[in-house]
């Protein structure tokens, strides 16, 4: 095969080189958890009584202060005992994909502000919810991976499960964890059901996920297989290959998944829209299950596998997940849905 005439991806998936850096003197570990505790409870003391309802922050040279000022009382008593300490900091090595992270959530945060701002929603309730969301979609993807793609690998080695600065995290698992986070929110917050909160949440995993999968781009990951289609690229840096199959043209996958995003994104946003911001409960839901997972179903046929231990099976693993989220998209819209309301 001609190679020549096919992208070549060598892009270093690391954004910035952070040197070392050495304190000029040590900072106690101990004296770090007093200062936050300071911090924690001196916050309320500085915090200006709220304004019509409206939350009011304390003025920014009184937060200043206060936070140098933990830091200095919990640091002095370590002078003179023992603690366990940090003399530097670093090197680090931010990526990329850390950024694009971050990107989904404040994307995804913005653009759910809007849709509670139009349903006459506080910000507070927002924040809180996206507390659920990001907690729920770290642990969700990282089980999710554990579980669904190499299990054995992990229940033999269970130290490891909690390092997910490692790398693995599985959609899917997002996915559930997400489902999972908004009926805990729906549950503790009043007058609030669970397709109301799913439906102000899918638009922004949308874009999250389009982010997250520019991401995964930069890091040479979930690759496709082989093709000699004009658009195949050559991931030359990837981890995830042998030497020699870095020179082979494949499928961007992930770029594949990242555009169907923004189509998932923009199929909501005109149902959104078309209802005047107040769409029946259950459809922004279940119209995302049944066009995401859908499309992920279709993109898998150009992934390579993932899963060992599905290599001769008909489906992989992406696919098998993918049929239920459909499934349920589709009794979402058929039985709860409400297209009089």
Known sequence: MNTENFIVWDFDPVLVNIPEITFPFPISIWGLVIAAALIYFGWSKIKPPSQKGEPAEPEKWKAAGLVIGAFIVGQLPFLFLDSPSINSFGPLEPRWYGLMFAMAFMSGYFIGLKMYRDAGRSQEELDRLLIYVIVATVIGARLGHVFFYNPEYFLRNIHLIPQVWTGGLASHGAAIGIIIAMYLY??????????????????????????????????????????????????????????????????????????????????LWVIYKKYKANPP?????????????????????????????????????????????????????????????
């Not at 499309?295 to 150009?302: A, K, N, P, V």
């Open 186 to 267: 729906a549950k503790r917050t009043a007058n609030t059901s669970f397709m109301w909160v799913a439906d102000r949440v899918v638009p922004g995993v949308a874009i999250g996920g389009m982010f997250i999968r520019f991401g995964n781009f930069f890091n040479s990951e979930i690759v496709g297989i082989p093709t000699e289609l004009p658009w195949a690229i050559i991931f030359k840096n990837s981890a995830h290959l042998t030497e020699a199959e870095r020179l082979i043209p494949r499928h961007p996958s992930m770029l594949y998944e990242a555009f169907l995003c923004i189509i998932v994104l923009a199929i």
């Open 281 to 341: 409960e259950g459809s922004l839901f279940g119209t995302f299950l049944i066009t995401l997972f859908t499309g992920r179903f279709l993109i898998e046929f150009t992934k390579a596998t993932q899963a060992d231990f599905l290599e001769s099976a008909m489906f992989d693993m992406g696919q098998l997940l993918s049929i239920p989220f459909v499934l349920i998209g589709i009794w979402i819209l058929w039985k709860k849905v409400n297209w009089k309301q």
